[in-house]
């Protein structure tokens, strides 16, 4: 593993934070099946204390990315490129309806909200600046296409299928995204819902695709 002194974690960081940091290293390869976790190490490298180390291991053996051994620590297991495919896929879904009930509900407020994600989304010309985007549009449509109740529930869900892993493996898959949500925002805001649903679906689907293109090719 390595960390710049940009993507180092400030003292406070949470689990989830460091959970982050190790879902990214699995998903680009650094760190790969059968590595051992060394809690100390990454502790030192991140600048936090081992407490949120042992949270972000908990989050990922739960997810499924790691395997914690009693006495021998945890442990990378292999990628399935089936479920990440399905995970993205089933998000695919998620969206398409928010999206739908979006356009429905479409408000001055939104519409606006919209307007200049999209125009900051068409410039981004790194990865980092389109998932960041991609995170404003998917919170966006959120406030307004669920229950805030709702809302909670899959913001919580969403670390399954982070955008950055999409980032660390397939910059095929960042293309198409970034296009694909820029034309769902526009059938948003012509209050289009059902194309907009439609649009949502496929630019995941053809996300998955190029994704589990990339991991397979990576995997031999």
Request: charged share 30%; hydrophobic share 40%; no cysteine.
């Amino acid at each position: 593993m390595s960390a710049s002194s940009d993507s180092r974690l400030k003292r406070r960081s949470s689990g989830e934070q460091v959970a982050a940091y190790l879902r990214d290293e699995i998903m680009a390869g650094r760190l790969v099946a059968g590595d051992r976790i060394n809690q100390e190490e990454t502790a030192d490298l991140l600048g936090v204390s081992r407490v949120p180390v042992r949270e972000a291991l908990a989050i990922l053996e739960n997810e499924g990315r790691i395997e914690i051994e009693l006495h021998r620590g945890a442990f990378v297991l292999p990628i399935d490129p089936d479920s990440v495919r399905e995970n993205t896929e089933i998000f695919g879904l998620i969206y398409a309806h928010v999206a739908q009930k979006a356009a429905e509900r479409l408000t001055d407020d939104l519409d606006s909200k919209l307007a200049m994600i999209s125009a900051e989304l068409e410039t981004a010309t790194s990865d980092d600046e389109v998932w960041r985007i991609v995170g404003e549009y998917v919170d966006a449509i959120m406030e307004v296409g669920v229950s805030k109740r709702m809302n909670r529930t899959l913001r919580k869900m969403r670390v399954l299928v982070e955008v950055s892993d999409v980032q660390a493996v397939s910059p095929e898959a960042v293309e198409t995204t970034k296009r694909g949500i820029l034309k769902t925002i526009s059938l948003i805001r012509a209050g289009d819902g059902k194309r907009a649903s439609e649009n949502q679906i496929e630019t995941q689907r053809v996300a998955a695709e190029h994704l589990v293109a990339a991991l397979r090719s990576r995997q031999g």
